[in-house]
């Protein structure tokens, strides 16, 4: 058999990364020889390891934390959905030889809630907790859809703010700090489905956010994941709501659309959702 074309996602820290194993099964399933490695590149590295892994012959990249808005800066090209997220979680090698960055986050977390939790998000009243860089690409996918209600709020308003404007040709979003969300005059009522998009769970502990968000009919989901129950997903449990899951699915679905990008064969994601956490 020939060489593999080669893949990998790059991060720091990796060592935890589930892209490998996905990526190999999606590799397996489709009959792609490909391989797929995890690179932990701090930041003062970036360059240089991506011009490195290109001039081995790498044919595309996936971007994790901390560097999807590092590395914009030496994409050649970006896709319209990337540039509106502000972030890169893909990079791929176009037949120019020249690097094209794109975003599969928003997509990935709206075929999950859609194809996989069966959840009809235009008639939603959604919240998105956070108006950082994993807010702002899930946010911009989500206006598309126009559901009832698309709230962001956040620790700092101004945040929260300027992504409203910024994604104000997409969709209408509303905008709150968290203490808004809590007064009563505010009447924000009660929502379908609650995103956290902070990055408070990752220091393991959970924002301070409103109680008054979470409802028996609300259905909370991280973005973050774990192998353990996450503390967003605790303390959404803890306040009564309908369902809490966290985002393995959404991991899984980015994947399968960088899989698709790159080889044109879109991967069935049943079998690989399945051997992973709920
Ligand atoms: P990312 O790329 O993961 O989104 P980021 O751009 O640094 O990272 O954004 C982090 C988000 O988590 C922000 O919405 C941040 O709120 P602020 O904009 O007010 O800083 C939110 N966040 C992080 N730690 C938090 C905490 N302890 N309480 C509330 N919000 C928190």
Known sequence: MSEPDKYAVIGHPINHSKSPVIHKLFGEQTGENISYEAIDLPTEELHAGITRFIALGGRGLNVTVPHKQDVIELMDSMTLRAEVAGAVNTITKLEDGSLQGDNTDGIGLVTDLTANLG????????????????????????????????????????????????????????????????????????????????????????????????????????????????????????????????????????????????????????????????
Request: charge should be negative.
């Open 119 to 278: 959840l009809d998000i235009e008639n939603m009243r959604i919240l998105v907790l956070g108006a950082g860089g994993a807010a702002r690409g899930i946010l911009a996918s989500l206006a598309e859809i126009r559901p009832d209600e698309l709230m962001c709020a956040n620790r700092r308003l101004e945040r929260a703010l300027e992504i409203r404007d910024e994604l104000a040709d997409i969709g209408r979003i509303s905008a709150r700090s968290f203490e808004e969300l809590t007064d009563e005059e505010a009447e924000v009522g009660v929502f379908d489905l609650v995103i956290n998009a902070t990055s408070a769970g990752l220091e393991g502990n959970v924002a301070p956010f409103p109680e008054n968000i979470v409802t028996a009919e609300t259905l909370c989901y991280d973005l973050s994941y774990s192998m353990r129950e996450t503390p967003f997903v605790t303390w959404a449990k803890e306040h009564g709501c309908k369902q809490a899951v966290q985002g393995w699915g959404m991991l899984v679905e980015q994947a399968a659309e960088s899989f698709y990008i790159w080889r044109d064969i879109r991967p069935d994601t049943t079998d690989v959702r399945a051997k992973l956490p709920t």
